[in-house]
C-alpha cells in the first residue's frame, strides 16, 4: 500500500509560481508511476502530468506543457510539481496519486492523496 500526502498548495497571482509536494510512504513506492490530477469546482478531475517509476518518462497534458515540471527522488519517497507562469485557470484541487502502470487515465491509479487547493488570481 501507499499513502500519498500532498502540501504546497496556496493563493497566488496570475503569473507566479507554486512547487506542490507529494510525499509517500511503502517501500514499493519506486515501482509506482507517480501522476498528478486536478479538479476544478463543477469540473471533472483531470490529468495533469505523470511520471514514470524511474522518472525517464514524463507526460503533460496540453494546458500545462511548458509551464509545469514533474520530478521524483524515489530515495525520498517524494514527488514534486514546480507550476510556473499560472493562469487563474489553473485554480483547482491538486491531487498526487500512484499507479502500477504509466497512464493518463484516472482509473489506472491506485492509490491517491487528500489534495491540496492552488488558487491563482487574476
Known amino acids: 500500500q501507499v499513502l500519498l500526502v500532498e502540501s504546497g498548495g496556496g493563493l497566488v497571482q496570475a503569473g507566479g509560481s507554486l512547487r506542490l509536494s507529494c510525499a509517500a510512504s511503502?517501500?514499493?513506492?519506486?515501482?509506482?508511476?507517480m501522476g498528478w490530477f486536478r479538479q476544478a469546482p463543477g469540473k471533472e478531475r483531470e490529468f495533469v502530468v505523470a511520471?514514470?517509476?524511474?522518472?525517464?518518462?514524463?507526460n503533460y497534458a496540453d494546458s500545462v506543457k511548458g509551464r509545469f515540471t514533474i520530478s521524483r527522488d524515489n530515495a525520498k519517497k517524494m514527488v514534486y510539481l514546480q507550476m510556473n507562469s499560472l493562469k487563474p485557470e489553473d485554480t483547482a484541487v491538486y491531487y498526487c496519486?500512484?499507479?502500477?502502470?504509466?497512464?493518463?487515465?484516472?482509473?489506472?491509479?491506485?492509490?491517491w492523496g487528500q489534495g491540496t487547493q492552488v488558487t491563482v488570481s487574476s
Open positions: 511503502g517501500r514499493t513506492f519506486s515501482s509506482y508511476a
Open positions: 496519486a500512484a499507479a502500477r502502470l504509466f497512464a493518463r487515465v484516472a482509473g489506472s491509479y491506485d492509490y
Open positions: 511520471i514514470s517509476w524511474n522518472g525517464f518518462s514524463t
